[in-house]
């Protein structure tokens, strides 16, 4: 078992616990279904608004965005679209509580835990994970209705403004109630598959852990996940600079017989490889992004140029690269939420311990996961059998 310090210290473990090939794998899975389920809802959004997919296509490759053109989507495509988002969403909550699961048995002592048991783990608690932040927005949605009842009873002419009057108080209470809610809501989101991970809850455990976090240790739950966060972009730029670097050498060695031809075969595969920021987003936005692509030294991928037709074998090699480039890129990304969720493991072990003196390490194993014994019918005879099944003295 891992010996912790119990205080900010722990945090900083993540960006080495994290660096495992078998929770990046993890990662990168979810990420690769998620997007995947993403990228094609997004484009059914898009079919039946009535746009061209060619056009779709052209803007955004494989990581298209809602409504990038100069008219709104109807109704139904945007249903689409949170589709798109909520799987997405699901996805990544249900491998993050993988990642979670394993982490949280590393630091139990035992390196070798699989991670098929751990997706098993996932999708049996995946309830608990998925509507836990799910009730408290169904809890936002019930004061929302009735301050829609209020506003109603407001309505009525002469009395309604007395009685908005009166209760005018008790609106801004529930009003108040409900940005706590909301705050409560993304901790839930960020927090509760790593409490799932570590004890096993269900959903009202999950959440009454959520807001024990909340409301006893706020100071070093916003600390602590401040500094996750900054350790999970610290993780994925490091590895960044290396897949950039790795991509030089292998260009500069690569290139030595291949010359122009291999110039040509990877500027197509940037054409497939775009990754596109929304016209929407703040002059600055567009500018750090363009820099940390010149950074990791492959700028093209932003505004890469067009496609060359250069032969059937030149397109085949182009093709495999862009390929390659999505499944490097999702690598990285996998590595940063790697670093999230094994923080976040982090982060629950020590605000437990802070709040409740808990060491979340020794918990006993759920007894689902225990090996039950198999029954013997030859040793059930043999026991005592209790006295009310004993037969019935015939005298």
């Not at 009057?165 to 609106?171: I, K, P, R």
């Not at 705050?183 to 024990?212: M, N, R």
């Not at 929304?278 to 890469?304: D, K, M, S, V």
């Not at 490097?328 to 790697?338: K, R, T």
Request: some cysteine; overall charge negative; glycine content about 6%.
């Amino acid at each position: 078992m891992t010996k912790l310090h119990w205080s900010y210290k722990d945090v900083f473990r993540a960006l080495r616990l994290g660096f495992s090939a078998k929770k990046v794998w993890m990662m990168s899975l979810g990420l690769l279904v998620g997007f995947a389920g993403y990228t094609i809802l997004t484009y059914i959004a898009y079919a039946v608004a009535g746009t061209d997919f060619l056009a779709v296509w052209q803007t955004f490759r494989l990581l298209p965005l809602p409504a990038p053109f100069d008219y709104l989507f109807p109704w139904y495509s945007w249903i689409i679209s949170a589709a798109a988002m909520l799987w997405f969403l699901c996805s990544l909550l249900i491998t993050g509580t993988a990642v979670s699961k394993v982490a949280y048995e590393q630091l139990r002592g035992d390196e070798f835990y699989e991670s098929r048991e751990a997706f098993r783990f996932a999708f049996r608690n995946s309830p608990a994970v998925l509507s836990s932040p799910l009730l408290i927005l169904a809890f936002v949605a019930l004061i929302v209705a009735f301050g829609l009842i209020f506003s109603l009873l407001g309505a009525i002419p002469a009395a309604g403004e007395i009685f908005v009057g009166l209760l005018a108080v008790l609106a801004f209470l529930a009003s108040l109630f409900i940005v706590y809610l909301l705050i409560v809501f993304c901790f839930a989101l960020l927090l509760g598959p790593s409490v799932i991970g570590a004890t096993h809850s269900d959903t009202f455990d999950t959440l009454f852990e959520v807001f024990s976090c909340v409301n006893e240790q706020p100071a070093r739950l916003i600390w602590y996940t401040a500094t996750t966060l900054l350790l999970a972009k610290m993780g994925s730029f490091l590895l960044g600079l290396a897949t950039s670097a790795a991509g030089r050498i292998g260009y500069t060695v690569t290139g030595v017989f291949m010359g122009e031809k291999l110039t040509d075969v990877i500027g197509n595969a940037a054409y497939y490889f775009k990754l596109a920021v929304p016209y929407w987003c703040p002059q600055l936005f567009h500018r750090a992004f363009l820099a940390e692509t010149n950074l990791y030294g492959f700028p093209q991928i932003y505004l890469p140029s067009e496609y060359v037709n250069l032969g059937w074998s030149h397109d085949i090699a182009s093709l495999l690269l862009g390929a390659l480039f999505y499944l490097i890129a999702i690598m990285v990304v996998g590595y940063g939420l790697s670093v999230w969720f094994t923080g976040m493991t982090l982060n629950f072990a020590v605000l437990a311990y802070k709040k409740d003196e808990k060491n979340v390490l020794e918990l006993p194993e759920d007894e689902e996961e225990l090996i039950e014994p198999v029954p013997n019918p030859e040793l059930d005879d043999l026991k005592p059998k209790p006295a009310s099944e004993e037969p019935a003295n015939k005298d």
